[in-house]
């Protein structure tokens, strides 16, 4: 018996999305906050904590929490559901209106779970490249999704891994064009960008999707979308009934409530992005793409599987191939860490990168 042919066909060649765990070195691939989580907001959670989290189902819904999601988003607790991270809620979606015979629309290069959860799910994925500035190209996106069986259009704003951001107005121009689901993925937007979370009032094919993983709490898992109440609907015949836990569900109740912590350390990493974007762009041969997340993308004069290879000897591990191909040849992208930790990195890659 051969397990493989029992595998269905159309992920038997399927590549999995590989995390790469390192010790001993400094984390720059993950795109997670460099900094040590406020104990403030530690106390606040064990100090809500009953015995009847850990014994006890979660709210299936999450209502306490969504209430306070609500608060800070101006949506109403019917518009959003909550998910063990937007990875979770990707495939929800494509689980609900993908599937075979469906198209998902995906500009490239982009985050890779949007192709994959495609597969997973039997939608056919179909990418459309970006400009040489990692813009949209609109007019041809647009063809795409006006194209039958095009249900679905995952759009990274700012974009993973180019930092790059989809103007309000640019997105409201796909929204008014197009019958099917136009899915805004903020994961970066406290980072930089403007959201569109103020049209879904007009769209009813509009989803945002946002997460608590970039700022705060990337080990517990949880994100949300936030969707007209006819998306909602449909989304809860398909999700998981208890899908996020109550420990979760509690921490993200404190972070809200302690968010001016998480704001002074967001302020940190754009400064800091802003510094080793400057820094980056004075090494000779490397080629700097702006960012509005907290990470930065640059292309390198060297292969740069040996210069991730060379940080990674010299304790610093880096993201390779955040994309073999659509402009991504010879780049690297690098997490904003601490001060120190990128005065670190850039004072290896100076000396792996040639002076002529």
Not at 209 to 215: A, E, P, Q
């Amino acid at each position: 018996m051969q397990i493989r042919d029992m595998v269905r066909e159309d992920i038997r060649n399927l590549v999995p999305y590989e995390p790469h765990p390192y010790a001993d070195v400094i984390k720059l691939d993950a795109n997670e906050n460099p900094h040590a989580f406020p104990a403030p907001v530690i106390k606040d959670i064990f100090e809500t904590l009953t015995g009847d989290v850990f014994t006890r189902y979660p709210d299936p819904l999450g209502e306490e929490l969504r209430g306070e999601i609500g608060k800070m988003t101006g949506a109403a607790p019917e518009n959003i559901i909550l998910g063990n991270g937007s990875d979770e809620l990707i495939q929800l979606l494509l689980q609900t209106f993908g599937g075979p015979g469906r198209r998902v629309v995906i500009p490239v290069p982009t985050f890779a779970m949007y192709k994959i959860h495609g597969q997973i799910t039997g939608t056919e994925p179909v990418e459309i490249p970006r400009n040489s500035d990692f813009s949209l190209d609109e007019e041809r996106l647009i063809a795409e999704m006006q194209v039958s069986g095009a249900t679905t259009t995952f759009i990274a704003t700012p974009n993973n891994p180019t930092g790059t951001i989809a103007p309000v107005e640019q997105v409201r121009r796909l929204l008014e064009r197009v019958d099917s689901l136009v899915i805004i993925d903020e994961a970066y937007i406290d980072f930089g960008g403007q959201t569109c979370l103020p049209l879904i009032r007009e769209y009813p094919n509009l989803v945002v999707l946002r997460t608590f993983s970039k700022v705060a709490l990337a080990g517990l898992r949880l994100g949300y979308l936030t969707a007209d109440a006819a998306v909602v609907r449909e989304l809860l015949k398909v999700k998981q009934p208890y899908n996020v836990n109550g420990f979760s569900q509690a921490a993200a109740r404190a972070v809200l409530k302690n968010w001016q912590y998480f704001r002074e350390q967001i302020a940190e990493i754009v400064a800091e992005r802003v510094r080793l974007e400057a820094e980056l762009g004075k090494i000779k041969g490397i080629e700097v793409f702006p960012s509005k997340a907290n990470f930065v993308l640059f292309r390198v004069p060297v292969p740069a599987a040996e210069l991730h290879r060379g940080l990674l000897e010299n304790g610093v591990l880096v993201r390779k191939n955040p994309g073999r191909t659509h402009g991504l040849e010879q780049c690297l992208r690098a997490t904003v860490g601490t001060r120190q930790e990128n005065d670190f990195f850039l004072e290896k890659l100076t000396k792996l990168i040639p002076i002529s």
